[in-house]
């Protein structure tokens, strides 16, 4: 909010973009997670749940 409230806009978009990239490597570890699980594992559930989880 400090930023929003100074209009500092490059540091806005500086933040947004680390945002971002912090977001899809989340996602990339999300899904080699699941992967991992999925290959290695058994799980006493079905597989639909891993994959809504």
């Known amino acids: 909010m400090e930023y ?3 209009e500092d806009y490059d540091e806005i978009q500086t ?5 971002s990239k912090l ?4 996602d990339l570890i999300k ?9 290695r ?3 006493p559930v079905e597989r639909s749940v891993l994959i809504n989880f």
Do not use: C, D, P
């Open 15 to 19: 933040l947004h973009s680390k945002m």
């Open 23 to 26: 977001a899809h490597e989340e």
């Open 41 to 43: 594992y058994f799980l």
């Open 31 to 39: 899904h080699n997670t699941r992967e991992v699980i999925r290959e």
């Open 4 to 6: 929003l409230v100074e």
